[in-house]
């Protein structure tokens, strides 16, 4: 019974080692780190935001100035060349004569 006890005390006595608050931290220079990679990736969802728009306002404006050229074409026909003289079949020594 004494070893049990004396097993017991040994592992009650034994302290928990508690981290340093250092260890848990990346302390200042990871907050700020972190701070301009956020700050950066803001900036570029904004750039892309704008790029995205300008890019589809040109498109939009593409597609207006092709639609009003569209409405001013005219089309014309071609004029049609004189067709050819048939042959007269019942007399065909007349058509040699032209």
């Not at 250092?22 to 969802?45: E, R, W």
């Not at 300008?54 to 569209?70: F, G, H, P, V």
Request: glycine share 2%; no cysteine.
């Amino acid at each position: 019974m004494n070893f049990l006890y004396s097993l017991l005390a040994e592992v009650t006595v034994t302290p928990i080692p508690v981290p340093d608050d250092q260890y848990n931290s990346p302390g200042t220079i990871g907050f700020i780190v972190t701070f301009l990679m956020a700050a950066v990736a803001v900036f570029l969802i904004f750039d892309m935001t704008r790029r995205v728009r300008n890019t589809r306002y040109r498109t939009e404006i593409r597609a207006k100035l092709a639609q009003e050229e569209l409405e001013n074409l005219t089309v014309e026909k071609p004029e049609r060349p004189i067709p050819p003289i048939k042959p007269n079949r019942e007399n065909p020594e007349a058509d040699l004569d032209r």
